[in-house]
């Protein structure tokens, strides 16, 4: 997407949805403003869609596993790149 704004969130959530139609589908989100736990729009949207979310907590990479994943991922480019900006 373009931005993190709520418009550009409820657009992941639309697409999310048409790849998945018909499935139950959870989505794991941080605490950004343009997500359900402080928008309304993305809340409304969201359930529109029939998505469910959890909230990570906010700032503990210890309690969150996507920070731990992607940091995971982010080693392994780096450490397996020949590329002067990895």
């Not at 529109?48 to 480019?77: C, E, G, R, W």
């Amino acid at each position: 997407m373009d931005g993190k704004a709520t418009p550009f969130v409820c657009q992941l959530m639309r697409l999310i949805r048409r790849r998945c139609e018909g499935q139950e589908v959870w989505v794991g989100l941080d605490q950004d403003r343009a997500h359900p736990c402080t928008s309304r729009e993305t809340k409304r949207v969201m359930r529109q869609l029939k998505l469910h979310y959890v909230s990570l907590p906010k700032a503990s990479p210890d309690d969150n596993p996507v920070k731990t994943l992607f940091s995971d991922i982010q080693l392994m480019i780096l450490d397996n790149s020949n590329g002067l900006d990895a």
